[in-house]
C-alpha cells in the first residue's frame, strides 16, 4: 500500500539513464532538485553508446565537467577507425578513421569524447547528486495520474516492495526505447519502425593472429550475417560481437545457445578453432546473450499535460552517426531551462510549448540522417560512407519556436551549415575564440546557464540595457562587452554572429540565440525588454506575471577569475 502522505517533488524523472541524469543535473543547476527514480539498481553496467559528439561536450562543459570525461574515456580514443570485411581474418574492403570524418574544427572549443556510456552515467549522476538531485535507483514507477495542477505517482522499492506517493509539479518520461509511459499515455510514434533485432554477447579471445597488428573502434562483417558487428571493450581480448536477427525467418534469442554463440564468433574472427570463453554481462550472471532492438521512429507527441518524453522514450535512432544518446542529451538540456524557468515563476507555462516545437523537429531530421548513413555505410565503400555530413547535424540545427524572435527572411531549411555561421536567432551561438589577458577563452565560455547578451566593441549601450532589463524582470543575466578585455583577436566575433560592432545578440540558457540586433537602437532597453516579453512569446513573464526568485547563475570553470565588472568596461 502506498504512504497515505505524498512526498513533494517539482519535477519526478522517471529513467536514470544518460538523458534522465543530464535532465536531474541541469534542473540541480538552475535551482531545482528533482527526483529520479529507476528500477534498475544502480547506473548501466555494460556500455550503450561509446562516442559523444562536441555538441554534448560543449553542455558538459558549462558545467565543469569536461576535464571528468576526459579522463575517463576509454581505449577507443586510441582506435577511431572502423573496418567492413568479409571476416576479421579476410581482406578488408574498407577502412575509415571515423573521427577525422566528423571532428568539428573550428567550429566547436570541445571535441568528441570517446567515453562509454555506462562511465558517462557515473560522472553525471555523482555531479549530478552533488548539486543536489535525488536519485533513487531500485525504484519503479507503477502508475500516474495528471491533473490540472500536477502529477500523481505511485512508486515501489524494489528491494523491500514498500509503495509510495509522490507528487510533482511535472513528471518527465526517460524510460528508454520500451516508452511505457508514452504507450500508457496513448501517444504513438511515427518512422520506419523495428529495423532488426540483433543478439548481442561478450567473449574472451586472443584474437591478435587474425588481428595482424591491426585495431579499429568498429568492424563490420559478413560472417555469419550480413551487418555483423565486433567491438573490443575496455579490457584488452574482451569483445561484444552483435548478430543480426530476422524473427521473419524463426530466429530468436533462445537459438543462441553456448554452443551456437561458440560458433558464430569463431566464422565472425575467421578462425574454426579459435579458444573462445563466453563471458556474462554482469559478474554473478549468466553468460547469455541480449537481444537487442534496432530501430527508428519518433514520437508524435513529445507531451500530455505535466509529462514529457525525452530520449528514447521520444525517439529512437539507428546506431549509425552516435545520434541516439546525444540527441537525448540535447533533450534534457531544452527542457531543462524552461521547466526551471516556469517553476521559479520567471516565464509563463506555455514556454513549456515550445519543447515539443524545437525538439520533434529536430528528432525527425536527426532520424532521416542516420537512417541515410546507415543505407550508406552497409551497401558501399568507405569513401561513400562518410558522404553525410554528420558535423551539421550536430551542430547546424534550428529552432523555430514563440520563444525564438525568428528574423524575416530565415531560411526554411531545418539545418544550417555550422562552418559559416549565420548567428540567426534559433541556431547554436557560434563559437569565436576571444583572449582575455593572454587566454584563449570561447564565446560559448560566456554562456553558463543563464540568459547571456554579448556586445560588439563599442556595444556598451546594450550592457547598460541588459543591467536594467535583468533588474526589472528579476531574472539571472550575464552580459560581456567584446572588447579590450575580451580581445576578438582575428575580427571574427561581428561576422559570426552577423552584427555590427554595436550590435549585440541574445543567447537563451540552453546556449541558442533568441534573438539579435545588428546595430545599437534608440532606446536598447526598450528593444531589449521588448524582444523578453513581446506577445506573442510569453517566454519570460512580463513583471506583473512574475513570481518567485531568481535562481543563481552558473559558474562557469572558464571564468571563475573575472568578474562582471571586468567584462564590461
Excluded at 575564440?433 to 587566454?439: A, E, I, V, Y
Excluded at 549601450?461 to 543591467?467: D, F, G, L, Q, V
Aim: hydrophobic share 40%.
Amino acid at each position: 500500500m502506498a504512504s497515505e502522505t505524498p512526498d513533494r517533488t517539482p519535477v519526478l524523472i522517471v529513467g536514470g539513464g544518460i538523458t534522465g541524469l543530464s535532465t536531474a543535473l541541469f534542473l540541480a543547476r538552475h535551482g531545482v532538485r528533482s527526483t529520479t527514480v529507476e528500477r534498475h539498481p544502480s547506473t548501466a553496467i555494460m556500455p550503450q553508446a561509446r562516442a559523444f559528439n562536441p555538441r554534448s561536450l560543449e553542455i558538459y562543459r558549462a558545467l565543469g565537467l569536461e576535464d571528468d570525461i576526459r579522463a575517463h574515456q576509454s581505449i577507443l580514443l586510441d582506435l577511431p577507425e572502423m573496418i567492413g570485411a568479409d571476416t576479421l581474418a579476410a581482406a578488408e574492403r574498407f577502412r575509415v578513421d571515423m573521427l577525422a570524418q566528423v571532428r568539428p574544427g573550428d567550429i566547436s572549443p570541445a571535441d568528441w569524447a570517446l567515453i562509454d556510456q555506462d562511465e558517462l552515467e557515473r560522472i553525471v549522476h555523482a555531479h549530478a547528486i552533488r548539486a543536489g538531485a535525488d536519485v533513487r535507483f531500485g525504484t519503479e514507477l507503477m502508475s500516474l495520474t495528471i491533473d490540472a495542477d500536477g502529477v500523481t505517482a505511485t512508486v515501489r522499492d524494489l528491494a523491500g516492495g514498500t509503495e509510495s506517493t509522490v507528487r510533482t509539479d511535472y513528471l518527465v518520461a526517460a524510460d528508454g526505447n520500451r516508452a511505457e509511459i508514452r504507450h500508457r499515455l496513448g501517444v504513438g510514434a511515427d518512422g520506419p519502425g523495428v529495423l532488426g533485432h540483433a543478439a548481442h554477447f561478450l567473449f574472451d579471445a586472443d584474437l591478435e593472429t587474425p588481428l595482424r597488428d591491426r585495431r579499429f573502434l568498429l568492424a563490420y562483417l559478413d560472417q555469419p550475417a550480413a551487418g555483423t558487428v565486433l567491438t573490443p571493450l575496455r579490457q584488452h581480448g574482451r569483445w561484444m560481437l552483435g548478430i543480426p536477427l530476422d524473427p521473419r525467418q524463426g530466429q530468436t534469442i533462445e537459438d543462441f545457445t553456448e554452443r551456437h554463440c561458440l560458433d558464430t564468433a569463431r566464422a565472425a574472427i575467421g578462425a574454426a578453432d579459435l579458444d573462445i570463453t563466453l563471458v556474462p554481462p554482469v559478474p554473478g550472471w549468466r553468460a547469455t546473450p541480449t537481444d537487442v532492438r534496432i530501430g527508428a521512429w519518433v514520437a508524435r507527441g513529445y507531451r500530455v499535460g505535466r509529462v514529457f518524453f525525452a530520449g528514447d522514450c521520444a525517439h529512437v535512432m539507428p546506431p549509425t552517426g552516435s545520434f541516439g544518446a546525444n540527441t537525448g542529451i540535447a533533450d534534457a538540456h531544452n527542457l531543462a531551462w524552461k521547466l526551471a524557468a516556469v517553476l521559479h515563476g520567471q516565464a509563463g507555462a506555455s514556454l513549456l510549448d515550445t519543447y515539443e516545437a524545437e525538439r520533434r523537429p529536430v528528432a525527425q531530421t536527426t532520424m532521416d540522417t542516420a537512417m541515410r548513413i546507415l543505407t550508406a555505410r552497409h551497401h558501399a565503400s568507405g569513401a561513400a560512407a562518410t558522404q553525410i555530413d554528420e558535423v551539421s547535424m550536430a551542430f547546424g540545427y534550428r529552432y523555430r519556436s514563440a520563444a525564438i524572435c525568428v528574423e524575416p527572411g530565415t531560411p526554411e531549411q531545418p539545418v544550417e551549415n555550422p562552418r559559416t555561421p549565420s548567428g540567426r536567432p534559433g541556431v547554436r551561438a557560434p563559437h569565436v575564440w576571444l583572449s582575455h589577458n593572454g587566454t584563449a577563452v570561447s564565446t560559448l565560455d560566456l554562456c553558463t546557464g543563464t540568459f547571456t547578451l554579448l556586445a560588439g566593441s563599442v556595444g556598451g549601450p546594450w550592457i547598460t540595457a541588459a543591467e536594467n532589463v535583468a533588474a526589472a524582470l528579476g531574472i539571472p543575466f550575464d552580459a560581456y562587452r567584446i572588447g579590450p578585455e575580451l580581445r576578438d583577436t582575428d575580427d571574427r566575433f561581428p561576422r559570426t554572429f552577423g552584427i555590427t560592432d554595436t550590435g549585440a545578440t541574445l543567447i537563451r540558457p540552453d546556449g541558442f540565440v533568441a534573438w539579435r540586433a545588428r546595430i545599437v537602437a534608440d532606446q536598447p532597453e526598450h528593444e531589449l525588454h521588448r524582444a523578453l516579453t513581446r506577445t506573442p512569446r510569453p517566454w519570460l513573464a512580463a513583471p506583473e506575471r512574475r513570481g518567485g526568485s531568481c535562481v543563481s547563475r552558473f559558474e562557469s570553470p572558464h571564468l571563475r577569475k573575472w568578474t562582471l565588472s571586468e567584462m564590461w568596461i
